[in-house]
């Protein structure tokens, strides 16, 4: 069989598609997090004035506190995860505009006697206020768990 170069053309646009399918199939658990379970914090908390608990049914519970506060854009946050119930292989965190995608901010906490902390920052919106969620991510030697808390910055 002889090729000309519109066939090989062909097979190269295609060789690329596999690649890019091959690829987005592996990377998008880094995009797009899944969970084996999903914490609900209490329904009244507010990351703007203090730190807010999530439990699962089993009595795990998964703090988020960020300081300073109020919680400021482009500016260092201090970033801490306690755990009651749980003992954790890794810990992240992840923010996303609620409305719009801010790009991938994700930060692995570093662990410490039972807390898990680190730095993080918001990146600002040229609309001035935003609505983030902050998903900590929770990887044990047996499931994911995401606990999801919603934050008003800038308004």
């Not at 040229?126 to 994911?144: F, K, P």
């Amino acid at each position: 069989m002889k090729f000309d170069k519109s066939t090989a053309g062909t097979v190269a646009m295609l060789a690329l598609l596999l690649g890019i399918a091959v690829a987005g199939h592996y990377f998008s658990p880094l995009l797009l997090p899944k969970a084996d379970i999903k914490a609900v914090p209490d329904a009244g908390c507010d990351l703007q004035r203090q730190a807010c608990a999530a439990l699962l049914p089993d009595g795990t519970r998964i703090e988020l506190s960020i300081a300073p506060r109020p919680i400021p854009i482009l500016t260092p946050l201090r970033v801490e995860v306690s755990l009651s119930g749980i003992r954790a292989n890794k810990v992240e965190i992840d923010f996303a505009g609620e409305t719009m995608n801010m790009g991938y901010n994700r930060v692995e906490l570093a662990a410490n006697n039972g807390r898990h902390a680190g730095e993080a920052s918001l990146p600002v919106c040229v609309s001035g206020g935003m609505n983030w969620i902050a998903t900590v991510l929770i990887e044990t030697d047996r499931q994911r768990i995401a606990a999801s808390y919603r934050i008003a910055v800038g308004f």
